[in-house]
């Protein structure tokens, strides 16, 4: 991917700063999304923590067990998969 000041305008959402008002727009627009940006951040690593917490567990279990085979915590209400 090329740096943003390489990209050519029409892909771009912010044009190069030449203003100071135009400064505090981006400004302004960079806060108001930035704390959804820290809670989707957060929620990533959380995902990614509990993935690799359960590629561990899953390493240390004998292939074809019942273990292996289902995890419990990983079933749906029903009983059924989470992918479908």
Same mark, same amino acid.
């Given at each position: 991917? #090329? !740096?943003?000041? @390489?990209? !050519?305008?029409? /892909?771009?959402?912010? =044009? =190069?700063?030449?203003?100071?008002?135009?400064? @505090?727009s981006y400004k302004n627009d960079f806060n108001a999304e930035y704390s959804e940006y820290r809670?989707?951040? =957060?929620?990533?690593?959380?995902?990614?923590?509990?993935?690799?917490?359960?590629? =561990? #567990?899953?390493?240390?279990?004998? @292939?074809? &067990?019942?273990?292996?085979?289902?995890? !419990?915590?990983? #079933?749906?209400?029903?009983?059924? &998969?989470? /992918?479908?």
């Amino acid at each position: 991917s #090329k !740096p943003i000041h @390489q990209t !050519p305008f029409p /892909c771009r959402k912010y =044009a =190069a700063i030449s203003s100071s008002e135009q400064r @505090q727009s981006y400004k302004n627009d960079f806060n108001a999304e930035y704390s959804e940006y820290r809670d989707l951040h =957060a929620r990533i690593e959380r995902i990614t923590r509990r993935f690799t917490q359960l590629d =561990a #567990k899953l390493k240390q279990l004998l @292939q074809g &067990s019942e273990e292996y085979k289902v995890e !419990p915590e990983l #079933k749906t209400p029903q009983g059924g &998969s989470p /992918c479908t």
